[in-house]
């Protein structure tokens, strides 16, 4: 593949209402966050010649895609419905890209929304999260979602050591990071001794280990990096895109404590012309504790069986080394199943615009954003940049 670095800009960038959003559906949600990314771009929906969405689990469409392209009335020569569950967002934004540098298409709009607190019934969800696994040698078991990520949470402590008060950390650290952002689901802080004390889920994983369930959407706007200086907020541009793929059930995994985020993150690295050294913030999938540790080892932020310590020492907090998942992530922000990293690419955003208030890390030029589909299965990373490399 060509490099897309620096091709291509995100020019626009909203979130919806999170949380509990109970007078507003999925469709209503995906829609809204597409209208306000569009003025935040400053640009109306006739402008608009590509469209990418993802499918909702509450309100699914056999064509989800152009079912929105009709509810909102645009006609693009370049639409996409998908499904890579949580690494959806990432994979997508560079296809969008590629679509964009080889002249498909002009102007690109993304918006994803679910409702998973308020669209589904405790029935439908547990149903959800239990029909994940392999038909024939998990499910017949009985594991659910969390289930699965326990088993890498157990292989990382058995394999170097790490401890409960380790994943806590991280849970602790984006709760910080909510505090300061008046739109996240859960703002009040929590310490490591509420992280172990919460009710256990399965074992490593209490409920503060675990990623929130949500209401809300998000979407973004994306242009050559030619037009980008025309709009008015400043572009964000695209640096690096990279994805790996290592299995589809845990099942088959070949290793529960390295994932396939060490090829997507060298392959956004080598696109960029950067490295781990050069971020200066992150948003890290954090559906659960563990899978932050292994991602941030996987790419390259420290070493593996380091990543414990990296997170006790307060690297990831705000003033750390890396401050990651600045908006509070999946853990405290919101997380409506596979629109949930969406928030961290508005997040990036906001970063790099420095737009980010009372949780902005100073003077952002790099970001890297990471998303992972699966149980550990399908990962993209980006690399954003304020400026072109």
């Known amino acids: 593949m060509s490099s897309l670095n620096g091709k291509v800009a995100i020019v626009g960038a909203a979130d919806t209402e999170v949380g509990v959003v109970p007078h507003m559906g999925a469709t209503q949600l995906c829609v809204d ?10 640009i109306d929906k006739e ?3 590509g469209l990418i969405t993802c499918n909702s689990m509450a309100e699914p469409y056999m064509y989800h895609a152009e079912a929105i392209a009709e509810y909102m009335q645009i006609f693009p020569r370049y639409c996409l419905g998908v499904g890579t569950g949580g690494g959806t967002t990432f994979s997508v934004l560079h296809h969008a890209a590629s679509a964009i540098a080889t002249g498909v298409c002009d102007t690109v709009l993304i918006t994803m929304a679910d409702s998973l607190y308020s669209g589904l019934s405790k029935e439908q969800a547990m149903a959800m999260q239990s029909s994940t696994g392999h038909q024939q040698f998990e499910i017949p078991y009985g594991p659910t979602v969390p289930a699965f990520y326990a088993l890498s949470g157990q292989a990382h402590m058995a394999e170097y050591g790490t401890t409960p008060e380790q994943f806590a950390a991280i849970a602790v650290a984006g709760r910080k990071h909510a505090n300061l952002n008046p739109a996240a689901q859960k703002r009040d802080i929590i310490t490591v001794e509420d992280v172990l004390n919460s009710r256990m889920i399965a074992d490593p994983l209490h409920l503060l280990d675990c990623s929130l369930i949500s209401d809300g959407g998000s979407a973004v706007v994306l242009t050559s990096a030619e037009r980008a200086t025309s ?7 695209l640096l690096g895109a990279g994805e790996g793929h290592s299995h589809e059930h845990i099942s088959q995994a070949h290793n529960l404590t390295t994932s396939a985020a060490a090829e997507s993150g060298q392959r956004a690295y080598e696109m960029a012309g950067v490295g ?6 992150a948003q890290i999938y954090d559906c659960f ?6 991602e941030l080892e996987d790419l390259g932020f420290c070493e593996k069986g380091e990543g414990g310590a990296f997170v006790e020492n307060g690297n990831v907090e705000l003033g750390g080394s890396l401050p990651i998942n600045t908006h509070g992530g999946l853990l405290s922000h919101c997380h409506p199943g596979n629109p949930g990293s969406m928030f961290a690419l508005t997040e990036a955003v906001a970063q790099l615009r420095h737009q980010a208030g009372d949780r902005q890390v100073q003077d952002a030029k790099v970001s890297l954003v990471h998303g992972q589909g699966g149980i550990l299965s399908s990962h993209t990373t980006l690399i954003l940049g304020r400026e072109k490399h």
């Open 231 to 237: 709009f008015k907020n400043p572009p964000v541009y």
């Open 33 to 42: 966050a597409a209208l306000r990314a569009l003025d935040d771009a400053g």
């Open 289 to 294: 504790t563990p899978t932050v540790l292994i």
């Open 276 to 281: 781990p050294s050069d971020i200066d913030v």
């Open 47 to 49: 402008q608009v010649d």
